[in-house]
Every structure is written in C-alpha cells, then in structure tokens.
C-alpha cells in the first residue's frame, strides 16, 4: 500500500508541474520500471530467511551470478519443489513393497466364561454336554506374495514415470526462479540508471542556478531568468528522492526473490551497459523447443496414459499369488494342550467378465490420451507464436539502443554548447532547459532499451526451458 501511495503522490506533483516535460518524462521512467518489477511485489510477503540473518549489518555486494547462486539455496520455491521430487521418490520406493513377501504375524487368547451346552438324546435319554475348554490360545504366522501379476509390474513402471515428472515440475520451478531472479536484478540496474540520471539533472539543475544567480548579482541576467533556474532546480530536487526510493523499492523484490531477509543490506553489482554485447548477435532460433518444460511435462503425461492402458489391458490376464500359513494353538482347562497345523497355497485367478468395466475404462483414457495430444499440438503453436513475439520485441530493443546511441553523443554536445553560450549570454534559460531534457530523454531511452532487451530475454529463457 505504502508504493500505491507514493506513486499517487508522484503522480499528483508531476501533474501540477504542467509544462515541464523532464518532469513528466521522470514519470513515465520510474512507472515503467513500477510496471515491470510489478509481479514480483508478491514476493515481498515470502518469510525471512536465515541467509540475511546472519549477514548481520554487513553489506552484501551482489553479482547476477551471485544473486542466482543464493535463490537457488535460499529461494523456498525451490526447496519445496526438492522436496516433492524426495516424496514422490520414496512413494516409488513404497510401490515396489508389492514385490516382496507379505508376512504376519498375530496371536489371540480367549477365555472361556460360559461353555456352550450340547443337548443329545441317547437311548430314549436327554443328554447335556459343555463344549469347549476353558482357555484357548492360538498363535499363527502368514506369508503371501505374487508370482505372477502383469499388472503390479506395469504400475512400477508408472510409479517410476511420477518421479520424472516431479523432477520435471522442480526444474520448471528452478528455471522460473531464475527469470524473477534476473527481471529483478535488472530492475535494480534500471532503478539505479534512473537515480543516476536525474541526481545528473538536479547537479546541473544547481550548477546553472549558482551561474544565473552569480549573473544576476552583476545585472547580466534579469529576474526572471533567475527565477526559472531556481524553479528548475528546485522541481528536480523531488525527482531525486523519488528515483532514491524506487532503488529501494527494486532491492526489496530482488531479495524477496532471493529468499533472504528484507532487511539485508544489498548492494548490486553492475551496470545495464555490461549487457549491450548480449544485443547484438541473433539469440535463438524459434525452433529451438525441446527444452521447453511445460512440452517436457505433457510429453510425460502421455507416457503415463499410455502405461495405463497397458497396465489396464494387463487386468485380463491371469493373476497367481503363493501363501504359506503356520499355526500353533492351545486349548484346556487346568493344563494346556499345544496342536500344531501348517497350510501352503497356490492360488489363481482368472478374469471372465465384469460387464466391461476395463474394456470402457481403457477407451476413456484412450480418449483422455486424443485429447492431451491436441492440447500439446495447441502448447506447442502457441509456443512459437510467443518465441515470434519475444524475438520480435528483442529486434526492436536493439533498434531503439542503437537510436538512442547514436542520439546520446548529439545530445551531449548539444548540452554542453547551450551550457557555454548561456554562461556567454548567447542562449536562455529556456534553451538550456531543452537541451537537458533531450540529454535524458536520450540517456533514459538508452537504459531503458538495454533493460527491456535484458527482461524479454530472461522470459525467453524461461520459455524454451533454458537454465
């Protein structure tokens, strides 16, 4: 709530400074960059790490390979998702339990409170007899297990095909983590151009207004002119403190991404210049897929679906399970008498009819089968369309820093012939004025070329699975 507030405050004073376009221009800088670490403000909720704990008061200076390195130890997305893969892991590891024998053992006591009568006629004479002993104590031991079962062996092989696809899922979530990871770290570099760029304006902004002051004492620049340096100076001392906070802001959501605490001091290393290599050579071809996860996971779906057909075809063979049983026992009044006994068994069974019960199962997971294929055919076609689009947003980001490039130099000369000829006499305020503004516009338009470059790539990365 506390950035909605100060973004409407922003708003609010831009707006009031009506004409003055480096104000206005400010503006759409620090809401683009707003705009562009937005998703991540999710983050900021994730609970402290005890990574930033221990860096005490320390400042911890930060690398984007450095900053990938600890989200990859520190980032609970990608604990939880190691986590699934060890569970899923020993859920396989229990399926395989159906191999081996099932043994049991059990005992049971049971004491005789009242005995059962017997009525028998013997002779043309009515006979009671108690039936049973007082104590009876038995004691047994089972062990059962397959030998042949189609279908338990073609479960295991489904059990093993989970395990895939958890491994899967937890590189998806790495290779996500690695995108939100980079948007931010570049988010901060932008964030910090910015700071840069406008406490340049409020420098120069001062240096011209101790100028027109100085000329103004010796009655070589009027009242007006003096008044216009200071308004200028004075409307880019709130763009400062503006561009500091949003520094700030962008560190919060890049160590929330990180998984560390929001109180560490982080101190990012680097400038968005570092990158324009990476802009000026093709990146990736749109065929390039293979690695895609989300691909990677239907595809392990579709193997799934087709061992369970295979494993519900397998439910019309014939199933055969051994079992030994060993029994001891007791029974007896006042001294006990121990009877042994022992079983083995073979047992064999054939399906013959169910009503169609697999046959209709095994058509529905054909047609769930028909059906993840064209939802993959769809993925895959929208896929590319999505590489186009990324490529296409690549190619003009190099267009507009190349523009911006060429038109930085022009401009800072531009700005350094106004600033001599207003300090002669020779141009306004006004026109040194504009000559500022179209130093940043350049300057902004150059960083903000090489981040947005840097974040389209990140999300291409992430799309064709790259890690």
């Known amino acids: ?22 104000k206005r221009l400010i503006l759409g800088t620090l809401v683009c960059i707003a705009i562009g670490t937005l998703p991540l403000v999710g983050w900021a909720q994730a609970s ?18 450095q900053a990938l390195e600890i989200a990859l130890s520190e980032n609970n997305t990608i604990k939880i998702a190691d986590m699934t893969v060890e569970k899923t892991g020993y859920a396989k590891k229990g399926s395989y339990a159906a191999l081996y024998p ?28 108690k039936v049973g002993r007082d104590n009876n104590i038995s004691a047994s031991a089972t062990a059962s297990m397959p030998l042949v079962n189609a279908q338990l062996w073609e479960s295991l092989k489904l059990s093993a095909l989970d395990v ?29 151009k910015s700071h840069e760029v406008v406490s340049e304006v409020y420098n120069n902004a001062q240096k011209n207004y101790e100028k027109t002051l100085q000329r103004f004492n010796v009655g070589k620049a009027s009242e007006v002119e003096r008044l216009r340096a200071q308004v200028t100076m004075m409307n880019a001392e709130p763009s400062v403190s503006s561009a500091a906070n949003a520094v700030l802001l962008a560190n919060w959501q890049l160590k929330a991404v990180m998984g560390i605490d929001l109180e560490t001091e982080v101190q ?27 691909l990677l996971q239907l595809d392990i779906q579709d193997r799934m679906l087709e061992s369970t057909i295979r494993m519900q075809k397998k439910q019309y063979l014939p199933t055969l399970a051994a079992s030994i049983n060993y029994n001891y026992s007791a029974m007896g009044d006042d001294e006990l008498r121990w009877f042994p006994s022992s079983t083995a068994a073979v047992s064999l069974s054939i399906p013959v009819f169910d009503g169609f019960q697999k046959h209709n199962a095994i058509k529905q997971t054909k047609v769930t089968r028909n059906m993840l294929a064209l939802q993959r055919e ?30 930085v130099e022009i401009a800072q000369k531009s700005y350094d012939i106004s600033e001599k000829m207003y300090e002669v006499g020779k141009a306004t305020m006004i026109e040194l004025n504009d000559a500022q503004v179209s130093l940043m516009q350049s300057q902004l338009t ?20 790259k890690e």
């Open 1 to 22: 709530m506390q950035f909605y507030y100060f973004c409407t405050l922003f708003y609010f004073n831009a707006y009031n400074w009506k004409d003055d376009y480096m």
């Open 48 to 65: 402290p790490s005890t990574f930033g704990q221990a860096q005490g008061s320390e400042v911890l200076h930060l690398t984007l390979d």
């Open 102 to 129: 099932n043994i049991n053992v059990s005992g049971s006591y049971q004491r005789t409170l009242l005995k059962q009568v017997m009525v028998m006629d013997m002779g043309g004479q009515t006979m009671e007899i």
């Open 164 to 192: 895939e696809m958890a491994v899967e899922q937890a590189r998806s979530s790495k290779i996500g983590m690695i995108k939100q990871v980079k948007q931010a770290f570049y988010a901060v570099l932008m964030a910090q």
């Open 268 to 294: 990012v290393v680097g400038d968005l210049n570092d990158y324009t290599e990476q802009m000026l050579t093709p990146y990736v071809s749109e065929d390039d897929i293979s690695s895609n996860s989300s």
């Open 378 to 407: 769809d993925a895959e076609r929208n896929l590319r369309i999505a590489i186009r689009n990324f490529n296409d947003q690549m190619a003009l980001c190099i267009k507009n820093y190349q523009a911006a490039n060429a038109t």
């Open 446 to 465: 150059q960083a903000q070329a090489v981040y947005n470059f840097m974040v389209t790539k990140a999300s291409l990365d992430e799309l064709i699975g």
